[in-house]
Structure formats: C-alpha cells, structure tokens
C-alpha cells in the first residue's frame, strides 16, 4: 500500500516512524514514564531522605513502616520511666508536643536540678532542662528534646532506613543492568555482526568459542571469578556481561547473515565499497531494530541475575546494597517483618514491569508487520 | 445482469495507519456472473486486491471494509466468522501470487489437500484422499500418487502453484479468485498454468476472478476487464470491446505501455568496453563442519560475449538459467573462472582491492527495488555512496550539489533527497538505484531485471529512462530479463541462457523472430501468444 499512502513533506526515517507507533502505545508510554520516574528517585531520592543509608539507628531495628515519626509514644513512655527511676523519682505524667517532652516528677527528697542528666543519659532525649522546680523542692518539671525521626518504610535488622536503602538498591540495580546491558550489548553486536559477515571459517570459529561459553556453568564461573579476585562492584559487570553477550552474539550474527544477502549490500559491494564500510553504513544500522529490543529485554535479565547472585551472597556488598540484596534480607524476615520483602521486591518488580512492557511496545513499532 | 453470482455495491476499504486513514477502495461496484471469468485489472496500489480481500473477510488487522458483497443473497462484509468460513474456502477459494510461501512447509501436499476437503465435503480420510489425487491429476500433476507424499519444497515453483489450484477447487467453488497467480512464475510456465486455469474453468463451469496487472493475461483468459485505478473502477466492459476501444484514457495508457521501438546495432568499429570468455562460475552445495558431502553445481558454463561501447546485450532466459551469476561473475562479484578484460585490461586476476578503483567504471542495477535500497539511509545517503568511496576528498555540501543533480538526471525531484526508501513507490525507488549507478558515470551498467517488479506504464517509463541516458551518456548495457518484449525493445543483441549455457544468439529480431533453437520457440510462443 506504499503507493497509496501520501507522502508527508519532510523525510521521515524508519526511527521517527517507530518512535510514531511507540507514542501510540499506552502500556510502553506510561512504563517509559514510569522508568524515568524510578530512575529519577532512585538518583536524586537518597540525597533528600532524611537518613542516610548506612546509619544504624540501634533504637529502631525492625521498626514497622510508618508515616508518623518515631519515636512513638509507647517507645517514649518505658524511656522516660526508665531514667525517673533511675534518678529515684516517681513519674507523675508527660505530655508530647512535636518534639518536645515534658515530664512531671516527684520525690521523697528535695529534687536537685542536676536530675536532668538521668534523662540526658538516655539515647532518646538531649537537652534535658528543669523548667520548674517547687519551693518544697520535692516536685519538678522538665522538658527535654526527643529526636524525631521518619521511617516510611521502616528498617531492617541492625536499625538502617529502608526507604533510602531501596532507593539507594535502585541505583545499584539499574546501574548495573543499564551497564552491563550495554557491555553485553556492545560486545554482542560487534561479535556477532563481523561473524555474520565475514562468514566462512572465521564465523565457525566464532561461533564455537561462543558455544564453549556457553557450556561454562554461570554459576560456577562467578564463584570462581569471586573466589579469585574476591567480592566487588566491577566484577559483577564483567561476570554478568560476559555471559549475557553471548545470547546477543547469536541473534546478531543470524541478523547479520540474512541482511549480507540483501540486495543493497551488494550494491554497495558493486560500488566498491569496503568490508567495514559496509559493516558500518549497512550492516550494523540495519541490525539496531532487534538489537534495541533484545536490549530492554536483557536490562531486566542482568538485574534478575544480579538479584539471583546477590541472593546467593556472591553480589554488592555491604553496606551497599541492590534490589536483590534487599530481598534476599527481607525473605529472611518474612514472618516477623514483611515490609523487608516487600519494599523491595514492589521497586523490582514494577521495574521490570516497566522495561517488558517496553520491551514489547519497541517490538511492535519496529515490527509493525509481525503484530 | 444474467445470473450475478457475487455482487459488490459500494465497497470501501480503509487502513488505519499512522497518518491517518487511508482509503484503499473508495465505493466500487461490480458483479461476477456465473460461470465467467472477470479479469481486475490496475497498477500496484490500485486497491484491486484489497477489495476481494475485503470480501473474503482477509484483511488486516487495522483496515476495516463497508459496503455488500452479496453472494446467493448473503452479505460476506461484516459476516461472523463461523459462517463465513462456510463460504470461504468452498464455496468462494483463492489463489495467492507466492506459491512459495502459500504453502505450509511442514505438512506434505496430500495432507494439506485432504484436510479442507474432510472439513467442507464432510468426507471420511479415504474418500478425501481419493478426491486429492482426483484433483491433483486434474491440475496435471505428473505421478500424482507419489507428490501427495512430497513436501513443497521438493515441487517446483509450477507444481506448488497447481497445487494450489488444486486445493482452490478441491470443494466444488462457485467462484475462483486468482490473485495474481502467474506473477511470480517464469515466462513458459506461466503460460501453462493460465492454459490449465482456462481449460478448468470451461470444464468445471466456475466463475473466475482474476487478479492481474498484466493485460496479456487478460486477453488470454478474460471474457470481462474491469479497469481499477486509485480504489475507483475507471471502466468496465468485455475484454475484446476494452481493447479494441478503450474509453478511459487510463485504460488506452494501459494498453499502449507495452514497450516498444528498436535499438539501432552499434558500429563494428565501437571499442569492446568487456570481452568475457569462457566464464565458469561454479557453486559448491553443502560441506562444511560435519556437513553432508560437497557437491558442485555449475552455474554458468563456458559463456563467452563482448560488449562494445553504446551497445545492449540482452540475456533471456529462465528463473535458475544463470543469467544474474554471469552478470555478477564478470563484475567480479562472485568468483569465476575464464578470461574477462575491461578495456582491454584483464580484470579476472586482480585482488578486491585492486578491483575497487575500477568499480565505478562497472555498475549494477538490481530487480528489486524494495531490497536494494538499504532501508536506514536517505535517498541522498543512497545515491551518493560510491561517491564516498571513489571520490572521499569532496566535501558533503559538494556531494549533496552532486545527489541532487543525479537526481535529476533520472527525472525525480531532487527535493525528495531527504527521504527514506519506504515513502517511494517501485517506480521511484528504481529511479533511485539508476541514479546511484550514474553518478558515478560508470562505463558499463548491468542491469538485473530492472523492470520486472514493476507495473506495465512504470516499466516503460523506466526503460525510456534508461535508453535516454545510454544516449547521454554512451553507456554499454548487460540487460538481463525474462521478459521478451522489453529486452527486444532494448537491446542490439540478445542471449538466450539455458542451464548455464548459451543455447543462442544473434540481433533481437534474428532470435526473437526466427528462433532455432527448441527453447528460444517454447519461450517465444509462450511470451508472446496471445
């Protein structure tokens, strides 16, 4: 129907038409949206958190997720009792205001203003001041300042903000799978396209490296590479790019193959035009349709295994963390705090959501004719 | 009216795409009656096959079909399914134009016969099986018994179509629609299958509709023509008073595109631009890790011409005649063996990138103008590649002064530079590949059936096209084609290719008029019998 179809004034390339389709797709627009909008947390949300990721707030471990800050006036009550007795006064009542307490005391024997310092003593006051002490002496008024602080997601064992571990995981997680997509990419796509075209016994010999690499146990080749050059953030994209490549390698070469034997590749050979000519102007831009939708395909797949490594202990180490890290933590504590696993695993899982959807939406305006 | 068997009134079919919609037929009205063929003829574009498509309930899925298609009193357009399937595939059958790809690969030919057959006639296995091998005797189908095991690979393009005509008649249909079934046959063959298609439908008394760009085809098979242009019927009438007085002038284009004129012999004493001799060009199947045995298949065998400066030579022959190897084998782009000189220099020996500085001087114009233009780059890109290569040190306003005027040299508006492939018709996107071959003022052009993936009124616009700048330019031509009456309007001189081997040669009129050898007559009789 080409000739049927207006010709519109400004040249419009194959891209411009797909990015067309691609707008026209409700689910990839809003998970395109929604990736940005995740990305975007997940940069600029640990800098405005009010606690840092690696602090360990010894009061609060395993606090449940919270919208009103801690501590919550249960906590205070047995703290206040705590440090009255410990001055052997008798507790008559407190009251909370933002963040100011004040406590009411009595006592057998005349209250020295030096009292304060019991209260001080504790984590969860400073500041502690008798405003008010009765001219018998034998009753006292003080307020002290209690530290507020938000939770909205609660924190894990040894007391850290989960909010800002998830986001500061999100980094960790989409970094990795954005780079080691790329390295997997990159690698793939320049290995499988001069296989493809080359051809002959330079492709079978590629082609078989690719295959012994494939026999390698993954998971036996990341132990070993942990084993050797011990635990760290790099290692992981190596590991992880180097196997994903290979899935990649193979699309492209096969890609690679059918488009050597279309008809303007010849031409250009008919024009003179070199090998790496042709590879570049030819080869290679016509490849990028797939190779754009294997790879929001393989984003999801590098941080899924990322997350399987991690769970397995062989990932990020502390006290940074991934999304994987996280929920390998939470599933430890699932009976007793649930909002480990689940912070976590809703940040993951929408993601990857996100990117198959993306995925798919790229598929369909590339392909329009597969639909 | 006598006995309309399917009548359409006011269909219009419409796609959604991304530019809005677009409308492919625009109201057509018309009637089959029984037992007549009705030929539809127009260009590419036309809407002609859209509207049967649209009867049959085949579009895709963003296109959507108003209007009635009333077949024995049942309106097919908005028809559920279920009941449509009733009518379609027995009652009303198709034929599609690639019998390559009609066919399921994984299912032998018997099954995918008996299958329709057992679901519309309602037979068990062994009276369907014997009905298939009825049928498949009644499309000439030799040793029927033992193809029903074959898979479609192993049929040639011929057998693959009648067994599609096979499967198309298997449940007794009223009406036939062939779309373009002959298009993607040889010459000789296609002038079999129409001589089955015609005997059958006298025999079995169905209505045909018939699909087709090519008037030949009409005035073989048609008793009716219905002229479409644009999603519009310009003219409906009996095929004899069509041809014999055409009232629309889109039909008198039509009828007058066969190419015509003759080329005038260039002087013996021309310069040889190629001198080719003894060229082989052998092929080696299979082998590799763990392969099955090699095996070599000769291609080309022993072929010798030489082409002067200004002359055409024209290489006739079939599909798998060798004719794209030879033309490929003395540009050498595929290896060969023999002597081939380029003005008087041997070029057989020279490396690849020894071979490059002379490529612009050799240039190739291929079938396909949908797969020789790389999608991803501009018209400009395109056309002005080899400049890259042959000329780096110009700067990309130079080249881009340069694309423009190649251009127009092959009468596109220089305007469209910035295009993409996809938004040109065949027509323009051939016009494209001339240009890419031109600007580079090459010496020799072959040229690899370059009209024949277009319609009758493009193909002879191109060949004006072509002889205009053969003038301009004094360029020498290897036309190759199946197509008898454009390489007689072509060439000086013509080739006729049989596996591999020259089987003749000699001036256009001496082969094309008088041919000697068995085959130059079977393609002869076939290409221009009318």
Redesign the interface.
């Known amino acids: 129907m080409t000739d049927a179809v207006q010709i519109p004034a400004v040249g419009r390339s194959l891209w411009a038409d797909a990015w067309a389709r691609l707008r026209t797709n409700k689910a990839a627009t809003i998970s395109s949206a929604y990736l940005l909008f995740i990305a975007v947390v997940c940069i600029i949300g640990p800098m405005l958190t009010p606690n840092d990721f690696s602090t360990i707030h010894q009061n609060y471990t395993r606090v449940a997720p919270s919208l009103s800050p801690y501590p919550t006036p249960e906590m205070i009550e047995p703290a206040i009792g705590d440090a009255i007795q410990k001055g052997r006064m008798d507790l008559v009542g407190w009251e909370q205001s933002g963040s100011t307490v004040t406590i009411r005391v009595t006592s057998k024997k005349p209250i020295d203003d030096r009292v304060t310092r019991y209260v001080d003593r504790s984590d969860m006051f400073e500041g502690a001041v008798a405003t008010e002490i009765a001219a018998d002496g034998l009753s006292a008024t003080m307020t002290a300042e209690v530290e507020q602080k938000y939770f909205i997601f609660g924190t894990d064992n040894t007391g850290r903000d989960l909010l800002t571990r998830t986001l500061i995981a999100g980094r960790v997680s989409l970094a990795i799978g954005l780079l080691a997509g790329f390295v997997a990419v990159v690698i793939g796509v320049v290995y499988g396209a001069t296989a493809g075209f080359i051809g002959g016994r330079t492709d079978e010999v590629m082609m078989r490296i690719v295959d012994i690499l494939y026999s390698l146990p993954f998971i036996f080749f990341v132990i070993m590479l942990v084993v050797f050059f011990g635990r760290n953030f790099v290692l992981m994209f190596l590991a992880v790019g180097a196997v994903l490549w290979l899935d990649m390698a193979r699309i492209v070469r096969g890609q690679a193959i059918s488009i050597k034997r279309q008809e303007y590749v010849q031409a250009a050979e008919a024009l003179g035009v070199t090998r790496a000519g042709i590879l570049r102007r030819h080869i290679v831009p016509n490849l990028l349709g797939p190779v754009a939708i294997y790879m929001t395909l393989l984003v999801p797949q590098v941080i899924i295994l990322e997350s399987f490594l991690s769970y397995l202990g062989l990932g990020v180490q502390e006290p940074m963390s991934s999304w994987g890290v996280l929920i390998s933590q939470g599933a430890k504590n699932m009976p007793s705090a649930n909002w480990l696993l689940f912070f976590p695993a809703v940040f993951l899982t929408s993601t990857l959501f996100a990117l198959n959807f993306i995925g798919d939406g790229l598929r369909d305006a590339l392909d329009p004719k597969d639909r | 009216m006598q006995d309309a068997i399917l009548t359409l009134k006011d269909v219009r079919v419409t796609?959604d795409?991304?530019?809005g919609t677009?409308?492919?037929v625009k109201g057509v009205s018309l009637h089959v009656n029984a037992g007549e063929t009705l030929a539809i003829v127009g260009?590419?574009?036309s809407?002609k096959s859209?509207m049967m498509m649209a009867a049959m309930g085949l579009l895709t899925?963003n296109g959507r079909a108003t209007g009635v298609a009333d077949y024995r009193g049942t309106n097919l357009i908005g028809l559920p399914k279920a009941q449509l399937n009733t009518i379609r595939g027995a009652k009303i059958t198709m034929i599609f134009q690639e019998p390559m790809t009609s066919l399921d690969p994984l299912y032998s030919i018997g099954s995918q016969l008996v299958e329709p057959i057992r679901r519309h006639q309602k037979l068990g296995h062994k009276a369907a099986y014997a009905r298939a091998l009825e049928m498949l005797a009644l499309v000439k189908i030799p040793e029927p018994e033992d193809r029903m095991t074959c898979y479609p690979h192993e049929l040639s393009g011929g057998q693959r179509q009648r067994v599609m005509i096979a499967m198309a008649l298997a449940n007794d249909p009223d009406i036939l629609i062939a779309d373009e079934p002959t298009t993607a046959l040889d010459v000789t063959i296609q002038a079999e299958i129409l001589d089955l298609m015609a005997g059958l439908q006298a025999r079995l008394g169905m209505a045909m509709v018939f699909i087709t760009h090519d008037l030949n085809v009409v005035r073989r098979i048609a008793q009716r023509v219905c002229v479409m242009r644009?999603?519009e019927v310009v003219e409906t009438g009996f095929t004899a008073d069509i041809f014999a007085n055409p009232q629309h002038e889109y039909t008198r284009a039509l009828i007058d595109a066969e190419p015509s004129g003759r080329k005038d012999p260039v002087s013996v004493k021309a310069p040889v631009v190629l001198d080719a001799r003894k060229i082989n060009v052998t092929f080696t199947l299979g082998g590799?890790?763990l392969g099955r045995p090699k095996r070599d298949l000769r291609a080309v065998d022993g072929l010798s011409l030489s082409l002067q400066q200004g002359q055409t030579i024209g290489i006739v022959g079939e599909s798998g005649s060798g004719k794209s190897t030879l033309a490929?084998a003395v540009?050498r782009?595929l290896p060969s063996t023999g002597a081939i000189s380029f003005e008087g220099r041997d070029i057989a020996a020279l490396t690849r990138e020894a071979?490059?500085?002379?490529?612009?001087h050799?240039?190739?114009v291929?079938?396909?103008p949908f797969?020789?233009?790389?999608?991803?780059?501009?018209?400009g890109q395109i056309v002005t590649?080899?400049l890259?290569?042959?000329e780096p040190g110009i700067s990309a306003r130079e080249r881009d002064a340069r694309a423009a005027r190649a251009l127009e040299e092959v009468q596109l508006d220089p305007a469209?530079r910035?295009?993409?492939p996809?938004?040109?018709?065949?027509g323009q996107r051939q016009r494209i590949?001339i240009a890419?071959a031109i600007i580079?003022k090459p010496r020799l052009v072959v040229l690899d059936e370059p009209t024949s993936a277009l319609d009758r009124q493009v193909q002879k616009q191109i060949v004006d096209l072509l002889r205009d700048l053969q003038t301009a330019n004094g360029l020498s031509y290897l036309f190759i084609s199946h197509d008898l009456a454009v390489v007689r309007a072509m060439s000086d001189h013509i080739i006729v290719m049989k596996d591999g081997r020259m089987v003749e040669q000699g001036t256009p009129d001496a082969v094309l008029d008088n041919p000697r050898e068995a085959y130059t007559k079977a393609l002869m009789a076939a290409a221009f019998a009318t």
């Open positions: 796609f795409t991304i530019d677009v409308d492919a260009e590419s574009g809407g859209q899925s644009k999603g590799g890790f490929r540009l782009l071979m490059r500085p002379l490529r612009r050799l240039q190739i291929m079938q396909d797969g020789s233009l790389s999608p991803r780059m501009t018209a590649e080899g890259l290569v042959h469209l910035n295009r993409y996809h938004e040109f018709s065949g590949a890419r580079l």
